[in-house]
């Protein structure tokens, strides 16, 4: 079964640091590019980041809110990306999904999501 | 980069179609034809509707179209049905390898 399944959420205060994990199967993850997105309660999805696959040298974006607070990695001989988020605000309190194009060279659309895992910053 | 302009909510009848709006701007949705739809049930993943502005993948039905003028792209839902009832989300593609959303329309069956 293709599938993406996130772990490592929870709840941490702010200023804190959490790790995510985003778990592939069925699918050749080394090709694939993994975006992250959140999205808070009862608000709309937020891309926050990507990280390219090998032959595109890992190459990494962020949205600018996360810049400098949010590293993705992958580890493609676990099949797992990593999301390390470090500097927590409370309005990073989310449901962060990873997610993936079909293809690493074109948008074809995000077409595979994990379930989530939720993130809480609090005091 | 802001969030894609959508409509809050959107509601019709069984059978009727409705149309959704995302609009963006010349550095997003006009400047590239990489537009995707999601349909988000409550407490649900996203899951892929349209892609490229107007392609449905494997398994969508075909009351679901695309379309895209000049910085605005529309997602159709013809024949509207009540399993229909979700959010829709529309993402753009916005140059330097980043994306963005639209903040999301709550589509109701009457």
């Known amino acids: 079964e293709v599938q993406l399944v996130e772990s490592g959420g929870g709840l941490v205060q702010p200023g804190g640091s959490l790790k995510l994990s985003c778990a592939a199967s069925?699918?050749?993850?080394?090709?694939?590019?993994v975006h992250w997105v959140r999205q808070a309660s009862g608000k709309g999805l937020e891309w926050i980041g990507r990280?390219?696959?090998?032959?595109?040298?890992?190459?990494?974006t962020y949205i600018e809110s996360v810049n400098g607070r949010f590293t993705i990695s992958r580890d493609d001989s676990k099949n797992t990306a990593f999301l390390q988020m470090t500097s927590l605000k409370t309005e990073d309190t989310a449901i962060y999904y990873c997610?993936?194009?079909?293809?690493?060279?074109?948008?074809?659309?995000?077409?595979?999501w994990g379930q989530g895992t939720m993130v809480i910053v609090s005091s | 980069q802001s969030a894609l302009t959508q409509p809050a909510s959107v509601s019709g009848s069984p059978g009727q179609s409705i149309t959704i709006s995302c609009t963006g701007t010349?550095?997003?949705?006009?400047?590239?034809?990489?537009v995707s739809w999601y349909q988000q049930h409550p407490g649900k993943a996203p899951k892929l509707m349209i892609y490229?502005?107007?392609k449905r993948p494997s398994g969508v039905s075909n009351r679901f179209s695309g379309s895209k003028s000049g910085n605005t792209a529309s997602l159709t839902i013809s024949g509207l049905q009540a399993e229909d009832e979700a959010d829709y989300y529309c993402?753009?593609?916005?140059?330097?390898?980043?994306?963005?959303f639209g903040g999301g329309t709550k589509v109701t069956v009457l």
């Open positions: 993402c753009s593609y916005a140059g330097s390898s980043t994306w963005v």
């Open positions: 069925g699918f050749t993850f080394s090709d694939s590019g």
């Open positions: 010349r550095s997003d949705v006009g400047n590239y034809n990489l």
């Open positions: 490229e502005v107007n």
């Open positions: 990280i390219r696959s090998k032959p595109n040298t890992y190459a990494t």
């Open positions: 997610t993936r194009h079909g293809s690493d060279y074109y948008d074809s659309g995000f077409d595979i």
